[in-house]
């Protein structure tokens, strides 16, 4: 999916990296993105990697677009707004954001008033086409904005619609921190193969093609994860054992305590947010 729409990203870390880099890669055009952050030179990575337009000046930035991606920190997030808002006011573009926890009322507050805010809770798989966003719209929000935005968030993975905006807190816990829990899983898993004698290499290369096989598995269906656990359990070899480790060790409810801090965390950030004077 390609758009003519300018769409312009405040903020040039991670997530917008990712988001850029996923959008390119699925047919949008390089000539249609610009980015501002204060880094120049950092700025200076981003359109030698992407090809993509650069400013330090986020109202510039601004100005230019049809679609505004705020890519900031939370923390940041009111600073960049308030000095937006009188370019934004007049052009009205639609406003996302991907910050987490931030409401929108919050950030409509910040800019002005009145303007369509979309929600957005990506990850950083966007980067490899493998993304997973949750979205939420407000009410001034028109469809075809919406279908913009579905575009965007489709051409770099899955993107769905929750009609609650609290829902993105349980979206942030799960898919927005999510990709870190694979990593500290996959760095646990190397360490373990390491420890019963395979070279780092090896252990890496297994224990990523394994965690992806069975994340297939599991999408294509039609079996449930328990079922294809169990087919994995031959009746007293090793498995077995292992998956016994892991219950009696408490990884169900370790991971449960894990998505309720993240998910604590979430509803912590908007209430410590919509207070900023
Ligand atoms: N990382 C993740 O996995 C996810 C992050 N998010 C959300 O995405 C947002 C960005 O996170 P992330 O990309 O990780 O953060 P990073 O720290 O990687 O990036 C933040 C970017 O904001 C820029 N910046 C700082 N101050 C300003 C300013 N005043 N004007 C313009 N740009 C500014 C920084 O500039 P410079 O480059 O010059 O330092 C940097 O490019 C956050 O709100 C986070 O909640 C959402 C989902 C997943
Ligand atoms: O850790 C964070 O706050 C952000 C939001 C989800 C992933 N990273």
Redesign the pocket.
């Known amino acids: 999916m390609s758009t003519s729409q300018t769409i312009a990203f405040?903020?040039?870390?991670?997530?917008?990296?990712a988001i850029i880099g996923g959008m390119l890669e699925n047919g949008y055009n390089a000539d249609n993105i610009w980015v501002?952050?204060?880094?120049d030179d950092?700025?200076q990575k981003i359109r030698n990697r992407f090809g993509v337009s650069v400013t330090t000046d986020?109202r510039h930035c601004a100005q230019q677009a049809d679609i505004i991606v705020l890519?900031?920190?939370?923390q940041?997030?009111r600073?960049?707004c308030q000095?937006i808002a009188p370019v934004v006011q007049n052009t009205r573009p639609l406003m996302v954001s991907?910050?987490?926890?931030?409401e929108s009322a919050t950030l409509d507050q910040w800019l002005g008033g009145g303007l369509p805010v979309v929600r957005v809770?990506?990850?950083?798989p966007s980067l490899v086409g493998k993304g997973a966003a949750g979205l939420y719209a407000t009410d001034e929000v028109g469809s075809e904005q919406r279908d913009a935005v579905t575009a965007i968030f489709e051409s770099i993975g899955v993107a769905v619609w929750v009609d609650n905006e609290d829902l993105l807190h349980s979206v942030?816990a799960l898919s927005?921190?999510g990709?870190?829990y694979f990593f500290l899983i996959l760095e646990a898993l190397e360490e373990a193969a390491i420890s019963n004698g395979l070279d780092a290499m090896t252990a890496r290369q297994l224990a990523i093609q394994t965690m992806a096989g069975a994340a297939e598995m599991a999408a294509r269906g039609p079996d449930e994860p328990a079922q294809l656990k169990r087919n994995v359990m031959s009746p007293g070899g090793t498995t077995e054992q292992a998956i016994k480790t892991f219950e009696e060790g408490g990884l169900r409810e370790l991971v449960q305590k894990a998505g309720q801090a993240a998910f604590k965390r979430s509803g912590e950030l908007a209430k410590e947010l919509s207070k900023d004077e």
């Not at 040039?12 to 990296?17: D, L, Y």
């Not at 501002?36 to 880094?39: K, T």
Request: hydrophobic share 45%; charged share 10%; proline share 11%.
């Open positions: 405040i903020g040039a870390g991670n997530m917008a990296s501002s952050a204060p880094d950092h700025l986020n890519a900031v920190k939370p940041v997030m600073a960049v000095d991907i910050a987490a926890g931030l809770m990506p990850n950083t942030t927005g921190s990709p870190a």
